[in-house]
């Protein structure tokens, strides 16, 4: 089932676009049946870049939610929700006849430096939840290009407040900035 609205996959392709002039790769945490990934890897495909895409998942659906993910709005998005192998996720590219990009079975809070590319153009962000966001950035955070963006997704989305409070603590410490709201949070270094 699709996860990102028409609306968003255009803003985040436009923003992909923008970064193929940056140094380094584009990373998806939270790849799910891999409907964006398909996208940024045509786009790669398209205009003959050499970045690379990087895209992560459980593959076992969502981890529990914890207090911060808690709102009457979402009864959704309960443990193991959202799983898929990731051999389909494959299956999806070959069959696209696109690249397969580099897929890590993993949870986030087990990723460490060296599961991610040194320089990352572009990260987006789609683990739904208050850890697996805040997971997701701190991996990202000290490999972003100079101009790099990462684009939270769910921001503002009131089933999902755990995404906006990891965000919203997040850039409290540290040195990006917040350049769009709405349900996508696009965040630069400043
Ligand atoms: C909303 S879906 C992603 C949708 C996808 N980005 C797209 O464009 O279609 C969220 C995914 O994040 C994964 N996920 C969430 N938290 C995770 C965590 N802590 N570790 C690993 N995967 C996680 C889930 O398994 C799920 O597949």
Redesign the pocket.
Known sequence: MK??ADSETKEILKIARESLALPGDFV?L????G??SLLFAELLRETGSDKKLWI????????AKTSEDESAAGENFQEGV???TKREVKLRFLRAGLPVPIIKK????DLTAADLPETIALA?L????Y??IK?SLALVEDKMAEGGVIVV?DYNNPELPGVTKAVDEWLIKKPFKLVQKDSLAIIKLV
């Open positions: 996860q990102v998806e939270g790849c799910y049946e409907d964006t992560y998942d459980s593959f076992e659906g969502l981890p959202l799983a898929v993993a949870w986030f809070k987006f789609d683990g739904d939840l850890q697996s997971e997704h």
